[in-house]
């Protein structure tokens, strides 16, 4: 009888340790989830900064760089 109850005892706190353990993974799993769309968006965001157009116009609206003219330029030659 002693052993029935214990063996009912460990299947009834088996089953809690793995239902504990199935809501842990799906709260991790919806972690990897989210975080997985963010860099997708950071990468987007990455690549969409850093195209040419892009730094063109920030290189000539907040540093106020233009292309030289040309007596400006000066050529090293080695």
């Known amino acids: 009888m002693l052993t ?3 063996t ?3 299947i009834v706190w088996s089953k809690h ?3 504990k353990l199935f809501v842990e993974l799906q709260g991790l799993q919806k ?3 989210d975080l997985d769309i963010e860099w ?3 990468q987007l965001e990455q690549s969409t900064l850093a ?3 892009v730094i063109d116009q920030a290189a000539r609206t907040r540093l106020d760089m233009g292309i030289p003219a040309p ?3 000066i050529y090293v030659i080695r």
């Open 40 to 42: 997708n968006q950071l």
């Open 51 to 53: 195209t040419e157009s």
């Open 17 to 19: 340790q793995s239902r």
């Open 8 to 10: 009912g005892v460990g």
């Open 31 to 33: 972690v990897r989830d």
């Open 4 to 6: 029935i109850l214990a």
């Open 71 to 73: 007596e400006a330029v």
